[in-house]
């Protein structure tokens, strides 16, 4: 709740008569008008005789962040004055609801000068105080100037007067508020003063209700990695949700849109044809399943496009598609949850506020297109409520928004209820004030015209972040004074499983609840009283590969109709083959093309354990090229080539796989036309993408069981009976192939020589040596089976099915076909097992390698001759010896046969229990498809530093964006969010040649005061 002023030891002269600061207030609420925080771009500040210059002072103020501090100098002379305006433009405001006056804090200058506030009246809400009946009104206090501390001004209106009556009506009409002025008026002299203004407020005789009010139930935005991040969750986990939400009393789920889509990105929440749309999950489908078990209300939310927030609010192409695109939702919506009994209504997601559809032809435009959807829901189930929740930036005047409610329902009668946003969270509405005053208006139009009355409460805060309690309760006091109809925005602001502030919003509701005897329901264990029935009409298929690739093949496809396009995904290894080895490069080849002739296409490529692309997936190729390790945290493309034609091109590039990679892995490749392809968060920007597998190149076997089911269903019923059905399916195979043979064999060779050595002379002297000479060789034989798998895989599929139900009318649907003809009761069972054996020869070849190698005799014989005059000659005689190496192979062949045992067990067993009179026959419509999950983009410029805004804070006339881009850039976007991060503007602007982006000042002119 905003601080309220407090008067501490100051005695107020009003009017008169002293205010004692111990007395009863005669106001009772309140609500802030300007803090003085910030210079406003509506104030205009000047003088006459006299100069002046203003500032925030941010070290002397009474509330909030600082005061408005004026430096003035007088000259001498009557008259002389000072003006600070306001002026809201055609913004009127409406000050009307239980008034009582306005406070403002002062702090004088100490002189005799006089303070003047004058209030600005404008009938025709057109900007111009200037027309007839258009008054001026005023109050004058002589003074508060004159001190030097802080001082609060209490000011009853009925203290103004007329200042110019202008052909009035001589009544201050509190409900056409234009401006308000403070004017300091000099006493004459010349002199200089200081004064500092802050807390100005609207007083009021309203009084905040306490009560016993407690939701209804809870809107629920669709996010994977946002809010409630509850776009992937299974049906149990919705189940469990839903039973925390009946612990605190909560029967009614909102959500807010089936398909979602902005100008890059797109999600639809069930299976649509809707063209154009390239994601698609099927969490509707689990929500209304866990709705029915645990008996929940369901109102499902139709198509939104943001550009709802941004598009010509004239343009009648614009509604008229958009009511096409509708039309074919409710149509597959109704088709595929109109007979379940958790579907309560309809919700139209497009929010009408109070300032683009004030006046014709936006006006008559948007209440035929809320005609148009709301006649179509209704030709679906005239007893299936149809939803909306506006809300109110305080832009028209209360009586005003009235009367525009009264001429929308006049006009569109298939609205049930209109839920307002609070505004409280957003910070639409400053004060519980501004809430009461909006909900009696719009709900005296809703009344007026039999529609339900509920309140959309913002569980938020400004900020960002889960609410407070204290404040919580204060918006469903406020709420409650006016309806029994209330829901959040939204349950992730207290969804106890993201922690933190949200389960502390949780635990203290739920004793808030406990408190005003909520008695939680008691918990449902009960089945859809429709269940699909499985029955399977083939064989598995059984494929046995070693050291390949598996054939599994990816069962979704693009359903892109634009833009580049992406085909024939091949891997290849360093040698050749489609495997890969972990932590080597491996090859990816592709293909790809644009649309249009001279556009650009980028590129990534993704590794991922499933066949589901993920930003946070392994993206080995990005905007750099090659990533080793893989980026992990969102990722953008790499540019290819600026393409002449349209013709597919050929692409190959290298990247590595990471060394902890086993089993199949799936590889992407995701192109984009004309910008780069962008995967930062879900869902991704891209035009296109494709996918193969890959094996390690370590062998494995694949075992792929391949289905087909179809059903339809047409039931008649004009009885009651009880049907139990019990079917359970298990299939075992084993195979087991071992072949392994191994042969070495090792010779070795000794062999010994002698060799003898004579010499010879007339002494005849002879010398014998032996020398002994060993040569070894060994031959090593090895049998080599090619192929030794040894593997034994086990493969169990088991399926179950119950069904029970009461139907006690006639239906017709496309499930299943039930005819009652039959009276029994019978249990069946059988079970059958086949086995078969596989025989296969394999050739094994030996090669033994000898090598011998002689060593021969080698003989020196010396002879010398002695004569008589003992003269020695000595003639040497030289024999070598000579090495021989002979080298022999020889091959051996041996045939062998292996026969392994491939073994394949079925057992199946099918106990049915019947006691009615029926016939069920099940054909299965279901199609098992692989889906994608997108995650939310977000673009980002690349430029250096902060964008520089400016002026900041905005208060009207040209905003300029100064940005230091690196590179060239002609085009870009800007995207406004709350303070709680929802998108409301997104705007293609132009960048100019000095880098500054211009010409957002329309589209933001609209906005209530607050951060964004």
Request: glycine content about 6%; overall charge negative; proline content about 4%.
């Amino acid at each position: 709740m905003r601080k309220r002023f407090k008067i501490t030891g100051i005695i107020i002269f009003i009017f008169g008569f002293y205010l004692n600061m111990f007395s009863q207030n005669p106001w009772n609420s309140d609500k802030q008008i300007d803090s003085f925080d910030s210079i406003s771009g509506y104030w205009y500040i000047a003088g006459v005789g006299a100069t002046q210059t203003y500032s925030i002072d941010y070290g002397d103020y009474k509330e909030g962040t600082g005061s408005l501090k004026l430096d003035i100098n007088f000259q001498s002379g009557v008259d002389n004055y000072v003006q600070v305006v306001n002026n809201y433009g055609t913004a009127t405001r409406d000050w009307s609801y239980m008034p009582y006056g306005l406070s403002i804090t002062v702090k004088g200058g100490g002189t005799s000068d006089k303070l003047r506030i004058l209030l600005f009246e404008d009938h025709g809400m057109d900007g111009n105080y200037l027309d007839p009946g258009d008054e001026i009104w005023y109050y004058d206090d002589t003074s508060v100037l004159s001190g030097t501390s802080w001082q609060t001004l209490i000011i009853p209106f009925s203290s103004f007067s007329l200042f110019s009556p202008n052909n009035g009506n001589l009544t201050l009409d509190l409900n056409r508020i234009r401006a308000w002025e403070l004017r300091v008026i000099s006493d004459g002299t010349s002199h200089s003063e200081t004064i500092r203004f802050d807390d100005l407020r609207l007083l009021s005789t309203y009084t905040l209700p306490v009560n016993d009010s407690i939701l209804t139930g809870s809107f629920f935005q669709l996010w994977n990695t946002a809010g409630c991040q509850c776009g992937q969750w299974t049906q149990e986990r919705w189940q469990q949700e839903f039973e925390t939400m009946k612990s605190v009393c909560q029967d009614t789920v909102i959500i807010q849109y089936s398909i979602w889509e902005n100008a890059s990105s797109d999600v639809a929440w069930y299976p649509t044809n809707l063209p154009g749309i390239f994601y698609k999950e099927t969490a509707l489908d689990k929500i209304m399943a866990a709705a029915e078990v645990e008996g929940m209300k369901v109102f499902i939310g139709l198509y939104f496009n943001e550009d709802w927030n941004t598009f010509t609010k004239t343009d009648s192409t614009y509604y008229l598609n958009l009511y096409n695109k509708q039309q074919t939702v409710i149509d597959e919506l109704w088709t595929r949850y109109g007979s379940n009994p958790a579907f309560y209504g309809w919700y139209i997601p497009q929010e009408i506020d109070d300032l683009n559809w004030q006046k014709d032809p936006a006006k008559s435009l948007v209440i035929n297109y809320f005609k148009d959807v709301s006649d179509y829901c209704k030709t679906k189930s005239s007893t299936k409520p149809v939803m909306i929740a506006s809300f109110f930036g305080l832009y028209q005047p209360a009586d005003v928004e009235e009367s525009w409610w009264n001429d929308f329902f006049t006009t569109v009668t298939n609205i049930d209820i209109n839920a307002p946003q609070d505004g409280i969270g957003v910070g639409h509405s400053t004060s519980f004030l501004d809430v009461a005053q909006y909900y009696t208006a719009i709900k005296n139009a809703c009344d007026a015209n039999g529609v339900t009355f509920g309140a959309d409460v913002e569980s938020f805060k400004p900020s960002g972040g889960p609410t407070d309690i204290d404040t919580f309760k204060q918006q469903l006091w406020t709420a409650g004074s006016f309806t029994n109809f209330i829901v959040q925005f939204e349950w992730a602001n207290m969804e106890p499983s993201l922690g933190g502030s949200n389960l502390q919003l949780f635990n203290d509701y739920s004793s808030y609840t406990s408190s005003k005897g909520c008695t939680p329901s008691a918990t449902t264990t009960g089945t859809p009283s429709i269940t699909y029935t499985l029955t399977n009409t083939q064989t598995p298929t059984v494929t046995d590969t070693y050291a390949g690739t598996p054939t599994f093949t990816p069962t979704f496809t693009s359903t892109q109709t634009g833009g580049a396009e992406v085909q024939n995904i091949t891997v290849v290894n360093s040698s050749g083959n489609s495997c890969y080895i972990a932590g080597q490069n491996i090859t990816v080849n592709f293909e790809a093309r644009v649309s249009t002739a001279n556009k650009w296409i980028s590129f990534g490529i993704i590794f991922s354990d499933d066949n589901i692309l993920e930003y946070n997936d392994d993206a080995v190729w990005t905007a750099g090229g090659a990533q080793d390790p893989p980026d992990l945290d969102g990722h953008v493309s790499d540019w290819i080539e600026l393409l002449s034609d349209t013709n597919w091109h050929s692409y190959s590039y290298v990247v590595k796989v990471p060394s902890s990679y086993t089993g199949v892995k799936y590889v992407f490749v995701a192109v984009e036309e004309g910008a780069q392809y962008s995967f930062m968060s879900n869902p991704p920007r891209m035009d296109d993408y494709d996918s193969t597998t890959m094996a390690s190149c370590s062998g494995g076997e694949t075992d792929t069981p391949t289905y087909t089911a179809t059903a339809t269903l047409t039931s008649t019923f004009t009885l009651t009976y009880t049907l139990t059905s019990t079917f359970t399916e298990t299939k075992t195979f084993t195979l087991t192939n071992t072949a392994t043979q191994i042969q070495t064999l090792t010779l070795t060779e000794t062999f010994t020589y002698t060799a003898t050595l004579t010499e010879t002379n007339t002494d005849t002297p002879t010398d014998t040596e032996t020398a002994t000479d060993t040569a070894t060789s060994t031959w090593t034989a090895t049998n080599t089976l090619t192929d030794t798998p040894t593997d034994t895989p086990t493969y169990t599929d088991t399926a179950t099915f119950t069904e029970t139900g009461t139907p006690t009318e006639t239906s017709t649907g496309t499930y299943y076909t039930e005819t009652p003809t039959d009276t029994g009761t019978y249990t069946e069972t059988w079970t059958y097992t086949n086995t078969f054996t596989e025989t296969f020869t394999i050739t094994l070849t030996y090669t033994l390698t000898p090598t011998h190698t002689f060593t021969l005799t080698e003989t020196d014989t010396d002879t010398a001759t002695y004569p008589a005059t003992n003269t020695e000659t000595y003639t040497p005689t030289n024999t070598f010896t000579a090495t021989e190496t002979e080298t022999d192979t020889y091959t051996l062949t041996s045939t062998g046969t292996e026969t392994p045992i491939l073994t394949y067990t079925e057992t199946l067993t099918n106990t049915i229990t019947n006691t009615s009179t029926y016939t069920d026959t099940a054909t299965p419509s279901n199609t098992y498809v692989i889906t994608e999950t997108p995650t939310e983009v977000v673009e980002e410029l690349i430029f250096e530093g902060e964008p520089l805004i400016y002026p900041n804070p905005y208060g009207g006339g040209e905003i300029k964006i100064r940005l230091n881009i690196k590179g060239e850039a002609q085009e870009g976007e800007v995207k406004i969010y709350t303070s709680v991060g929802r998108l409301i503007r997104d705007i293609k602007v132009l960048i100019g040649d000095g880098k500054e982006i211009r010409g957002i000042e329309e589209y933001i002119r609209g906005l209530a005061r607050g951060t964004y």
